[in-house]
């Protein structure tokens, strides 16, 4: 079972940003915080990982609390084309399952 | 980023017949792939991990015996889906682990059997 709680379902306004919450509040001191998407009728891209430092790509940022309890994955300009199915999930290092919750759907409106 | 193929993209079939789907990654070796099976408004669920010579691990619930892998080279694994049915069809999609940090997905197959 997916260890993760994610709204099913936000809008954006394009051009601003975009905040998706997950809750993993039994999260283990050696499990890592991904984050996928999922646009329509194609395969799930990888966006970003962390453990428990804050982590920015060319993406998004990943902001992870101190408690390790929750994150938010932020979208600093949204774009129409990053509608999509957003999966916060957790893994420990030493496994190698990705098990998807049902995630949120991320509409971005123009 | 690494790239994962699959083929074909979609594919459709009768009942009874079998139908092979391939995962390649085409920068990169992949001592592991997996295959994950996706219902319409669904979420993946994993359905077997594929190592690199050896059988696969399939999840609770996966027929071993329908759903074939065989993951013969670093850069390749198939899925054949045995004695196909209508609740068979479904999106199949692949992904291939890149580094321990990483998986890549491919674009993913629509399997529909008639």
């Known amino acids: 079972d997916a260890k993760t709680t994610q709204p099913p379902s936000m809008d954006c306004a394009e051009g601003r940003a975009a905040n998706l919450p997950c809750n993993h509040s039994t999260i283990s001191g050696n499990e890592y915080v991904y984050w996928y998407r999922q646009i329509h009728s194609q395969g799930p891209q990888y966006i970003i990982h962390g453990l428990k430092n804050n982590e920015t790509n060319e993406m998004a940022s990943l902001i992870i609390t101190e408690d390790r309890k929750s994150s938010t994955l932020i979208l600093p300009h949204a774009t129409l084309r990053d509608t999509a199915v957003y999966y916060c999930?957790?893994?420990?290092?030493?496994?190698?399952?990705?098990?998807f919750g049902k995630g949120t759907k991320l509409t971005v409106n123009p | 980023g690494a790239v994962v193929s699959q083929h074909p993209s979609w594919v459709i079939c009768k009942s009874g017949t079998s139908v092979k789907i391939e995962c390649r990654s085409l920068?990169?070796?992949?001592?592991?792939m997996f295959w994950y099976r996706q219902f319409p408004k669904q979420s993946l669920m994993l359905m077997a991990t594929?190592?690199?010579?050896?059988?696969?691990?399939?999840e609770q619930g996966v027929e071993k015996d329908k759903f074939l892998i065989n993951h013969a080279s670093l850069t390749l694994s198939t899925l054949t889906v045995t004695s196909a049915h209508p609740e068979d069809s479904s999106f199949y999609i692949c992904?291939?682990?890149?580094?321990?940090?990483?998986?890549?997905f491919g674009p993913g197959t629509r399997l529909t059997v008639t």
């Open positions: 999930i957790v893994r420990s290092g030493g496994s190698e399952k990705l098990v």
């Open positions: 594929s190592n690199e010579g050896s059988k696969a691990t399939y």
């Open positions: 992904s291939a682990r890149g580094s321990i940090y990483e998986q890549y």
């Open positions: 920068d990169f070796q992949a001592t592991t």
